[in-house]
């Protein structure tokens, strides 16, 4: 048997695809108790998120620091 415990950057939406609807108020993204720690507190740029919520991230010719550490997971497994 083979257990795997993850503590990721929690999406308020579901891990949508989209940018959070609330991306000022989601704390649980940003914190030391989320892999990878502070990496996403230090490369989000809330100002950005914030006019670009609930937006598509597949239209936004960036990625948001979140949904890079999900692919940075899909790699590792």
């Known amino acids: 048997m083979f257990h795997l415990s993850a503590r990721l950057a929690w999406h ?5 695809g989209r940018i959070c609807k609330e991306p ?4 649980f993204c940003v914190g030391p108790h ?3 720690g502070t990496y ?8 950005w998120e ?3 919520k609930g937006r598509p991230c ?3 010719g960036k990625i948001p620091p979140a949904f890079i550490v999900l692919m ?3 790699q590792i497994f």
């Open 72 to 74: 940075l997971l899909v």
């Open 40 to 47: 996403i507190a230090e490369n989000r740029s809330i100002k």
């Open 24 to 27: 000022a108020s989601n704390t």
């Open 50 to 52: 914030e006019e670009n």
């Open 34 to 36: 989320s892999y990878p």
């Open 12 to 16: 308020m939406d579901g891990w949508n």
């Open 58 to 60: 597949s239209k936004m």
